[in-house]
């Protein structure tokens, strides 16, 4: 059974630091992994998704990786911005399944 | 990007009643959409596949009886909560996934309050 675990369980910066959050999971044979951002009281946003082939991708001031071989991957933010507080989730899709397993989310606060 | 939509957002019903909650996929067209559940400070519980035109696929622990699922459009999946109780008060979100990609794009969720 896939667990998906992220490190931190919470995260605290001031403005302009560079981040790096982390996600790991147990069965690397994946189909793709994506990041998602939620607001407290609301949806995902979809962020990043890498698919097993593709080592990285990137959108703005977000950087994801993703080293299948091992099971981790990492979601780096640039300059983080008090806009960027919330929490980030990653999750993963099995090969052969259609769903998708979700790690618990790291909460990000950035002080202005 | 792709747009999923949920209504109600919000929803306070008084216990032993039933619920509906729609989800729309507003731009393009799923064949498979998720239904979620989410406790305070938890991530996304599974509860169900649903699949357009056929039954749904419900998680080990999730009431098939409870929770009726019907997907009768490429845009459309509902989702009821029959005869809901208090424990049942929890956050809805569902997702469809676009065929091309593969990506799943998610509703912004419904907060179901049982009194």
């Known amino acids: 059974k896939q667990e998906v675990t992220q490190i931190p369980a919470a995260l605290s910066v001031p403005e302009g630091e560079n981040l790096v959050l982390n996600c790991s999971f147990t069965d690397s044979a994946i189909y793709n992994l994506q990041w998602f951002r939620q607001d407290p009281g609301k949806g995902l946003t979809s962020l990043l998704l890498?698919?097993?082939?593709?080592r990285e991708q990137t959108s703005g001031r977000l950087n994801a990786s993703l080293d299948k071989s091992s099971g981790r991957s990492t979601l780096y933010i640039a300059a983080s911005q008090p806009g960027d507080s919330a929490t980030y989730l990653c999750a993963v899709r099995q090969l052969g399944y259609s769903t998708l397993t979700f790690g618990k989310g790291t909460m990000l606060l950035v002080s202005p | 990007g792709a747009v999923v939509s949920q209504h109600p957002s919000r929803v306070i019903c008084k216990s032993g009643t039933s619920v509906k909650i729609e989800c729309r996929s507003l731009?393009?067209?799923?064949?498979?959409m998720f239904w979620y559940r989410q406790f305070p400070k938890q991530s996304l519980m599974l509860m169900a596949t649903s699949n357009e035109g056929s039954k749904a696929t419900y998680e080990q622990g999730v009431e098939k009886d409870k929770f009726l699922i019907n997907h009768a459009s490429l845009t459309l999946s509902t989702l009821t909560v029959t005869s809901a109780h208090p424990e049942d008060s929890s956050f809805y979100i569902c997702s469809a996934v676009a065929e091309s990609s593969y990506e799943q794009y998610f509703g912004p969720g419904t907060r179901l309050t049982v009194t």
């Open positions: 731009d393009f067209q799923a064949t498979t």
């Open positions: 890498i698919q097993s082939s593709q």
